[in-house]
């Protein structure tokens, strides 16, 4: 048995890389909701009422353009594509499986679930690897609402 050639390990170089970019996003933006939340309760100690402040409404929108943003650079740095199937499904659709992953374990389990997300789905990127990762996708997405709703 021959030892794979350098094409053949290229992919999962760039797999690899999209999942340590996601696990980063992953536990960036858990910090970042967590600093939002202590803030907010900070700020909103002594009203008795509703109160929100403007980070409580920048939180989502800044969190999904700095992923937005940041996967868009590595995935044309790694030549991951196109772009604009895998990108907004990873953004948009990652909340679902990051909220299923703090409910149950915390910060350790957002940033394992945000890697095999991003990794998943960056997997779709070439025809030889779509069925895998979207599988993978599915039982994510899958598993993450069957942890919010049972």
Known sequence: M???SRLELRPVVRVSIAAVTGAILA???CNFV???KQQSGRSCESTDGMCFTWSDVAVVPI??????IALSVVYKWLEIGPRLAI???TVLLAPIPLAAAQAAGGWWAVTVVGGAWSCS?????WSRY????LS???ILLLASLVVLYH
Request: glycine share 6%; proline share 10%; no cysteine.
């Open 87 to 89: 990108v907004p499904p």
């Open 27 to 29: 536990y960036g933006v």
């Open 136 to 138: 993978v996708a599915a």
């Open 121 to 125: 789905l960056a997997l779709a990127a």
């Open 63 to 68: 969190s999904l353009i700095v992923a937005l």
């Open 34 to 36: 967590v600093s939002v």
């Open 2 to 4: 021959s030892a794979p």
């Open 130 to 133: 779509r069925i895998l990762g």
